[in-house]
């Protein structure tokens, strides 16, 4: 049975990987890890874990096959490294880092010492935007993050939230980028208020839009194909629009969260991939390219 470790156990860990994970301890050997004792303890117990640690060198003893990183994004360079060093697959929320440098300096080696990074790109795997993925003859794509009501620095709201909807308006693109521009819009106080992305393909234009002041809470993302529209709005409805008809279609009511916003088809195909030695399930390159466009976005 494959050994696999959980570093940190934060609130992403908590509500989108602890439970997909608890149900497959049939499957692997789970062993969490975090510095705070009572949540260890905690955690454990609720779901059943059977093997607790208190640090990253403990948890490397074990000889784990992978870990997923869950610390601050600050943390993980230093973490990815030692982990890779040590011959160990690693699974990293998003941004494996801000510096681009960084990024590409462990890609490169992962790639070097044959070892998956893979970063937690989850919308890819949402049901319903791998729909719209598939979906041939795009022209335009938009993606669009609206909150109520924002707060956070430039650095911080482009790594933590706009990298999100960056990625996923990548993804869904099906020809190479031929051009990038962006524009941050702050306010007066430093914050990030809008930030714009415009991608241009040979046939395909992406527009990426976040409002951190708007006030309401959504996700949705646009794609024009040469036959209909199609949207899909907070992952969990998809509309598709024709001259004949427009088509809702939601989950059943049972569906998990987890399910319909891609972390359990994401978690089950990184560890499928540590154990059958496949195919990284974000791929590098693509990645790299979400960082990169956010790095110049910032920038510019």
Same mark, same amino acid.
């Given at each position: 049975m494959l050994k696999i470790g959980v570093l940190g156990l934060g609130n992403i860990a908590q509500k989108a990987y602890l439970p997909v994970m608890a149900a497959m301890q049939d499957q692997y050997e789970f062993h969490l890890t975090t510095r705070n004792a009572e949540k260890r303890a905690k955690l454990a117990a609720m779901y059943g874990f059977q093997h607790t640690h208190a640090t990253l060198e403990e948890l490397i003893d074990t000889k784990p096959d992978a870990v997923f990183v869950h610390t601050p994004t600050q943390t993980h360079g230093a973490i990815i490294k030692q982990l890779l060093l040590a011959g160990i697959h690693v699974y990293v929320d998003k941004p494996v %880092? +801000? !510096?681009l440098q960084v990024v590409q300096?462990?890609?490169d080696l992962a790639a070097a010492r044959h070892l998956l990074l893979t970063c937690g790109f989850n919308r890819r795997f949402a049901p319903f935007n791998q729909e719209l993925k %598939?979906? $041939? !003859?795009?022209r335009l @794509?938009?993606?669009e993050k609206v909150r109520e009501a924002g707060g956070q620095d430039p650095e911080t709201a482009v790594f933590d939230l706009? @990298?999100?909807m960056v990625d996923t308006g990548l993804f869904l693109l099906d020809e190479p980028l031929a051009d990038a521009t962006g524009r941050i819009v702050t306010t007066d106080s430093g914050a990030l208020a809008q930030g714009y992305l415009t991608v241009q393909t040979a046939h395909e234009q992406l527009q990426v839009v976040t409002n951190m002041y708007g006030g309401v809470n959504l996700e949705q993302v646009t794609v024009q194909t040469a036959q209909q529209r199609a949207m899909v709005t907070d992952l969990s409805t998809k509309t598709v629009l024709t001259t004949a008809e427009q088509? +809702? +279609?939601?989950f059943p009511d049972w569906? $998990? +969260?987890l399910e319909k916003r891609g972390f359990a088809p994401l978690i089950r195909a990184f560890l499928t991939a540590v154990a059958t030695h496949g195919e990284n399930p974000v791929a590098p390159s693509s990645a790299i390219t979400s960082h990169a466009v956010c790095r110049h976005l910032l920038s510019d």
């Open positions: %880092a +801000t !510096d300096n462990l890609y %598939a979906l $041939p !003859d795009k @794509i938009v993606a706009m @990298i999100h088509l +809702t +279609t939601s569906t $998990p +969260t």
